[in-house]
């Protein structure tokens, strides 16, 4: 598991669960904790959750309220544990782990900054195709994403909650998208069809 993850606005979090887990503390404590020291939370941020379902194949079973912490609201709901050895070996690994995902949202901000132009293009060279398949624009951005992270865009938004499946991918992928993009804007400007550029594609290793 994760220490820290990102939501559709690459908003960086990590989760009661994840504290109750790594800092060796029974979950329902943790839970309760931050509900009785919510105003205090609150002060960094709207204090978000989700509710899950029971896995399936369980019986019975109820939902559960899982809430997303941002990074100083961790921080702060930390220094109300006791300070056992599970516990401050856990602070150590959430702060890493939060410098990391710090540096891969800004990895990936930078990238998609570099992208944009040459999307633009490629936006441009499919309104000319005339070769284009039906629904050229999501077609071909579903190849490209594919390609690049083995997902298409439902796949990606459903496992990773983004609100685009450009927005999903990682600083790596979204790199590999573009130099797909570079890749298949020559393709079409050549007009060719669809199923010998996706095949072509295939064969790019990037």
């Known amino acids: 598991m ?3 993850y990102l939501d559709g606005k690459k908003e960086l979090y990590t989760t009661n669960e994840i504290i109750a887990e790594y800092a060796e503390i029974d979950r329902i404590s943790v839970r309760k904790l931050i509900e009785s020291h919510k105003e205090d939370l609150e002060v960094f941020g709207v204090l978000s959750f989700e509710m899950t ?3 399936k194949g369980s019986l019975g079973g109820r939902p ?17 544990l006791d300070n056992t050895k599970p516990v401050r070996e856990f602070k150590v690994a959430l702060v890493k782990a939060f410098f990391e995902m710090r540096d891969e949202v800004s990895k990936f901000r930078e990238q998609r900054a570099l992208e944009k132009p040459t999307h633009k293009t490629l936006n441009e060279v499919i309104s000319k195709w005339d070769n284009a398949p039906t629904m050229a624009f999501p077609t071909v951005n579903n190849l490209l994403l594919k390609l690049s992270s083995g997902k298409n865009k439902k796949k990606l938004i459903e496992d990773r909650g983004g609100k685009t499946g450009l927005d ?14 570079r890749a ?4 079409i400007e050549l007009n060719m ?6 095949d072509t594609l295939k064969q ?3």
């Open 2 to 4: 994760n220490l820290v």
């Open 53 to 55: 379902k029971p896995s």
């Open 64 to 80: 559960r309220k899982i809430y997303h912490l941002n990074e100083q609201q961790a921080t702060l709901l930390i220094t109300y």
């Open 168 to 181: 999903c991918l990682t600083s790596v992928e979204l790199a590999k998208y573009q130099a797909y993009e």
């Open 184 to 187: 298949v804007i020559p393709l």
């Open 193 to 198: 069809e669809y199923g010998v550029i996706r």
């Open 204 to 206: 790019v290793q990037l």
